[in-house]
């Protein structure tokens, strides 16, 4: 599993992307002031511009791409002010979107196929478009010798960052010369998806040689790529770094996600977030401190250390009042350090996972799975079909994932050593309602009222068979609505008996929902579909890592360092406040919190850190159990082996 010993664990992530219309860039720039206002903040590591989107350098050049107002060579003296605080600098060099390239070699941009260029359109001014440059092009050329330069100039460098490096389909000259190279056609949709994928692969391929040539052990990071790629990309890689800005088109769900499909692939970790209110480039945009130290959090509770973006103003001037901020939540990063840098997570539930692109319903399954299982406190991974997922108590296989044979095999074995199996089964009968009731038995409903409970999508009628357990039936509506038989406002009402037709049973050490469950929860947010998945994980998992007496919206994470087992508690609440937009502006306390929680060995000691205050507790039967009577914010509580 992932280590994080050798990151830089407060890591400020500096943009500087500099239009050439802007006056006097760097004039302002204060090398210890800007250095100081870092130190201070607690900051260990600085990413910083050698190219920017514009396609301007930074440093001292016979370029004519160094930005036409730079006063002087900002990145050295950026450099130089740093090191000499110990703080780490690696640089920052933008791919695919580079201005001046584009508007310099204007057939160096990607085409689309209908003939259009990639990327920001003419007369276009808006946020987040860029023209596009194409990798099969001499710009890959001119992309090296920037490569070579920066080594040349600043190494040894402390890492480099390439930005922008999607798989990016074009049909310009180059592109489909090299498709034909390659026995693509480039008239296939599918074909030049192949070839970009093919593409990214090979100029990676090409700057990872080059810079190993000229320097050894560079932290190397590709960003913008899916980071279900990771597994056969690690040859590039050294590190994965998670970028997820909340007010951004990420959302608050985005990291929780993909975070814990990358904790797996063995690779340290970064959480990347931001300080604007909404996404890069927010100037004047400043996030409250709890929001902040939410995201830091939560990245330290699945071992990951913490990136900050931030963008420099053009004059150079650091801005201090960005960095008190950042600051307070860094001072706790420094101290919660110790009880994540070694920490691996223990292995619970394992979720099989499908790259968005790949189903259209996977984002909303992926979605389901994390806001139920983060709300019933269980531990979680999401993991590739390929993976060894048999090392798992249970494995959830949602709708979206392809039932092949081979797959079939593996569950089947799965089960028949005794592995736990939650699986969606809609390849049967489809139902012909659209909406359907689920009638629980009296064990299978929790706090739930005995009532019958809507479910808002689709399923499959599926029977049960001699020595099922079922824990939920379906109850069927009169009739589907349409245009000339309905009833009031919305879906049907229920019939007063139930179908013979399942929601969910447990056959063995299977459980079979009939319903798309997990998509279901992520769109309606409808308690019954959360209480399936709890009635089904009771039953397959009897005795969790963890069982947490508090409410739903506390966010648990074990994880283990040696001699010690680990949970963090996060207690935040994201808060709709615009149309599109969710904000955390304080934390939300808990109170009188109850854990009890699996351990391996006896327990001389639970400690709050890093507090390094003692909770009494009880332990019996291979668990420990204790109280803890308000949690506000960040909480790690470390049991302690005796």
Partial sequence: MTQASNLSFRQIHL????GPAIPDVGDHFDAERFADTLAAAKVDSVTLFAKCHHGHIYYESGSPARHPSLSRPLLEEQIAALRARNIRTPIYLSVQCDEFAANTHPDWIAVNPDGTRVGRKPFSNAPYAWQILDMASPYSDYLSGQVSEVLERFGPVDGLFFDMCWDQPSVSKWALALMREWDLDPEDEAHRAQYAHRLAHQYMERYTTQIVAQQRDVP???????????????????????????????????????????????????????????????FGGLRA?????????????????????????????????????????????????????????????????????????AALVHEGVTRALTQLHYQFVFLLVEDRWEEYPLVIIPETIERTEDLNRRMEACISAGGGILSEELGGE?????????????????SLPDTDHVFYERGARLEERPGDEVFARIVEPYFERSWDRFCSHAQTPSKPDASPFVAALLRG?????????????????????????????????PAPLLRLGGPSYLEAVVSDIPRERIVHLLSFVPQKRTADMEVIEEAVPARAVTL???????????????????????????????????????????????
Wanted: hydrophobic share 40%; with cysteine.
């Fill in 289 to 361: 401190g709890p929001s902040l130290l939410h995201d830091c959090a939560q990245a330290l509770a699945h071992g990951a250390a913490c990136s900050v973006g931030d963008q420099l103003h053009p004059s150079g001037r650091i801005d201090r009042a960005v960095y008190e901020v950042i600051g307070e939540v860094y001072r706790h990063v420094k101290r919660c350090e110790p009880w994540v840098r070694e920490a691996v997570p223990p292995k619970e539930i394992a979720v099989l996972f499908r790259d968005p692109a790949a189903h259209s319903q």
């Fill in 596 to 642: 009890d929680l699996k351990v391996s060995s006896p327990v001389r000691k639970v400690v709050l850190q890093p507090q390094e205050k003692s909770v009494a507790f009880e332990q019996s039967g291979g668990r420990v159990r204790f109280t803890l009577d308000w949690v506000e914010g960040h909480q790690i509580v470390v049991a302690e082996e005796a």
């Fill in 15 to 18: 943009d500087f992307h500099t």
């Fill in 509 to 541: 050490t299977h459980a079979v929902f009939a319903l798309p469950v997990f998509r279901a929860y992520a769109k309606h947010a409808n308690l019954a579909c959360r209480q399936l998945i709890a009635s089904a994980i009771q039953r397959l998992l």
């Fill in 220 to 282: 190397l990071w590709f960003n913008s790529r899916p980071l279900s790629c990771v597994p056969e990309e690690k040859r590039f890689l050294t590190h994965v770094e998670v970028e997820a800005l909340p007010g951004g088109f990420w959302g608050y769900m985005y990291f929780p996600i993909h975070i814990r499909l990358v904790k797996n692939f063995g690779l340290p970790l970064i959480g990347m977030t931001g300080r604007f209110h909404k996404s890069w480039a927010d």
């Fill in 430 to 446: 489809p139902s012909p309602f659209t909406h359907t009731y689920l009638r629980f038995t009296a064990d299978a409903r929790g």
